[in-house]
């Protein structure tokens, strides 16, 4: 029995030297839905196959003048390892069938031709090559990944000299200038720097043993507000709104992840708000019993429905071409948030529309939650 129809769009080939086969299969195949490329002839059906990109399953009689089945599988097999062919053999042709089995056809149906039997082979062949062709792509994805992580790696070590000379001077600067504020500002930027450094070493090497502290995300927002408050557009024209849950239960995480998320996110709001008029940054906390939240919300440019997707994505930007906002953007903020708050069984929900504004929020298991033992249950809701 066949499952669900996978046919829609595609496209098959079809190799038989006789003519009345070809015109009764195509219309099967058409009318389920497939698109179908007809070929008298397996010279006429390679040459076919060479110039079109997007046949995805080749049937393909054996017994052919002139150029056989079994030359056809040969040459797609060394040319086109991923096309499935489905080899159509005689009734009483079981030698020839094991023989292209083990020249690696897909599968063979007998004739005369049971339709529902080849329907279900093609159906099958067609989920096969996706699955393969996922697989490749997610192989790629993470050989890519593992590329730039050993660059990031070679990056951050390099940025530690430089930077430990920055927060040796500001330290010196704050014996002569004990009063000195922006000092304390500069030295707590540095050290941040220090620390996420560090964290994307850790992660690269992939130590473990990274410690997990108590955090109060309320005062981890503010911190982050802080440092952005050394931007002066930001610092004067960006409205700034806190609704943070007074109540809201620490958790135990690694400082450097979960700054880093929500430093992303901030930035990002930011960028969206470049060019609107109206600047309203919103960050919300609160909790329940399963959950507790950060939500950072902007009146930005919003973001278009079907780009939602990609958000999380590696190298996903709209701000690599120069644009009137003079925006840059790598791609990777999202992404490495991501990869950061996975461990924490974090997810990630974003509401957008565009020429309104984003809010993202992120949420975090209430198992993450180290109560104190004087908290009360109750909380603003998810
Ligand atoms: N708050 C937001 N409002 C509108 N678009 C957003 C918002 N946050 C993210 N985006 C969209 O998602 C894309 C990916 O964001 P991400 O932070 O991963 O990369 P980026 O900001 O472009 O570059 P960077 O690596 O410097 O962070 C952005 O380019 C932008 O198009
Ligand atoms: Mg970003």
Known sequence: MREINTAMGHKILLIDDDANILRMLSSVFRF??????????????????????????????????????????????????????????????????????????????????????????????????????????????????????????????????????IIAYAEFLKTKYPHEERLDKMLSAANKMYAIISAMLDKTRKEHERKRVRINLNKMLTDELEFFEADLDFKHQVEKFLDLADDLPDIEAVYSDLSQCFSNLIKNALDAMKMSPEKKLMIRTGWNEQQLFVEIADSGCGIKKEDLPKLFEPFYSTKSKQGEDGLKGTGLGLY?????????????????????GTRFRVLFPSALAIQPEAQTTVGSTV
């Open 32 to 165: 389920e839905g497939y698109s179908v490329i007809t070929a008298e002839g397996g010279r006429k059906g390679l040459e076919i196959l060479y110039s079109d990109q997007e046949i995805e399953v080749v049937i393909c009689d054996i017994k052919m003048p002139q150029m056989d089945g079994e030359k056809v599988l040969e040459q797609i097999r060394s040319r086109y390892p991923l096309v499935p062919v489905i080899m159509l053999t005689g009734f009483l042709e079981l030698e020839t069938a094991v023989s292209v089995m083990r020249q690696g056809a897909f599968d063979y149906v007998t004739k005369p031709v049971n339709n529902e039997k080849l329907l279900e082979v093609v159906e099958k062949a067609v989920r096969q090559k996706e699955r393969m062709i996922e697989e490749l792509r997610k192989k790629g994805q993470e050989e890519k990944m593992a590329a730039l992580g050993r660059l990031t790696a070679g990056f951050a070590h390099n940025l530690n000299n430089p930077l430990s000379c």
């Open 336 to 356: 490495s948030s991501y990869q950061l708050m996975r461990p924490y069984g974090v997810t990630f929900d974003v509401q957008s529309e565009v020429g309104k």
